[in-house]
Nanobody
Framework: VQLVESGGGLVQVGGSLRLSCAASGTFFTFNSWAWYRQAPGKQRELVATITSSGITNYEDSVKGRFTISRDNVKNILYLQMNSLKPEDTAVYSC????????WGQGTQVTVSS
């Protein structure tokens, strides 16, 4: 299994980013997936989940701002992040939900005020 996250960067408050996560084919299709994030000095937290049938759920602080989606043809997981805040600054990672022990390198999101 390989998890490759991309799309992070430096953005100003109120800006937007779209994260992508590429994963292996069959493994991707039949699993629920999630985005997680870890800010400096804090534990990794769950941000959003999406089931194999497309049902989504969000952590309260990102509801209405973030959208998780998946493309089962391209085997890519997405996270559209709008109205970004400084507290969204973290390394964002994708994994199945519940997560397995293996993690990709993640992608850094930095929101400047």
């Amino acid at each position: 299994v390989q998890l490759v996250e991309s799309g992070g960067g430096l953005v100003q408050v109120g800006g937007s980013l779209r994260l992508s996560c590429a994963a292996s084919g069959t493994f991707f299709t039949f699993n629920s997936w999630a985005w997680y994030r870890q800010a400096p000095g804090k534990q990794r937290e769950l941000v959003a989940t999406i089931t194999s049938s497309g049902i989504t759920n969000y952590e309260d602080s990102v509801k209405g701002r973030f959208t998780i989606s998946r493309d089962n043809v391209k085997n890519i997981l997405y996270l559209q992040m709008n109205s970004l805040k400084p507290e969204d600054t973290a390394v964002y990672s994708c994994n199945i939900w519940p997560p397995m022990d293996y993690w990709g390198q993640g992608t850094q999101v930095t929101v400047s005020s």
